[in-house]
């Protein structure tokens, strides 16, 4: 009796044990089964984290790694462990105007961006460049990002990689348009599903669905 006793709870010790093993285990697989891959990560400061884009691009592969406040300083530090680490296939940058707003040599933001970019194709990642946002009426900052900007087209050009001009959709000779911004400075919902437009327009040839 005492050894029928004594194997009953050692069964019980077991499959208590193998119960526990299991939902460890399904649950590490059900978490894994519900992330679904990332291809598609929109990279930058408050202006891309302030869109949903898996909704306005329509798509579940898109991952948002935008950081209010972010120079590009900041996002050269986070690159690595927000973007190159999880993988994807192909990555949207964004960034600049809050190095110009705190007053950081466009130099340094010039070579920031390069590091952005080359980290990104030294990685096997494709690159897509987003041009630096114009604000509404701020004709010195509008100087100092047309010099950015054109920095940005060239050094794409050297590299081979695609460069998309949200200015042009969104903005007039004098800056960003009032009807796309809620402060100036950050898009509202229209100026968004714009640019999503011209997203969708690049991913459709990079990675259609």
């Not at 649950?27 to 984290?49: R, W, Y």
């Not at 898109?62 to 190159?84: A, D, M, Q």
């Not at 004709?139 to 949200?166: A, F, G, M, W």
């Not at 903005?171 to 100026?191: I, P």
Request: glycine share 6%; hydrophobic share 40%.
């Amino acid at each position: 009796m005492k050894l029928y006793k004594k194997y009953q709870r050692q069964s019980m010790i077991a499959v208590s044990l193998a119960l526990i093993v299991f939902m460890l285990t399904g649950f590490t697989l059900t978490k894994k089964k519900m992330e679904a891959p990332v291809s598609v990560i929109m990279f930058g400061d408050s202006i891309t984290n302030g869109a949903n884009w898996k909704e306005l691009l329509q798509r579940k592969d898109v991952k948002t790694c935008g950081f209010p406040g972010f120079t590009t300083s900041h996002l050269v530090w986070l690159i690595k462990e927000n973007v190159i680490d999880l993988k994807p296939e192909i990555c949207f940058l964004e960034g600049g105007i809050n190095d110009i707003g705190v007053g950081i040599p466009l130099s340094r933001t010039k070579a920031n961006y390069k590091k952005l970019i080359d980290g990104l194709l030294d990685n096997h990642i494709v690159a897509v460049v987003q041009s630096v946002l114009y604000q509404q009426n701020n004709p010195e900052s509008k100087i100092q990002v047309d010099s950015l900007n054109t920095y940005l087209i060239e050094y794409c050009k050297t590299r081979k990689v695609h460069y998309l001009d949200i200015n042009g959709r969104l903005s007039s000779a004098t800056g960003l348009k009032a009807e796309y911004t809620v402060d100036g400075t950050h898009l509202n919902s229209v100026a968004y599903k714009i640019w999503a437009k011209e997203v969708k327009a690049i991913l459709a040839i990079l990675r259609p669905q």
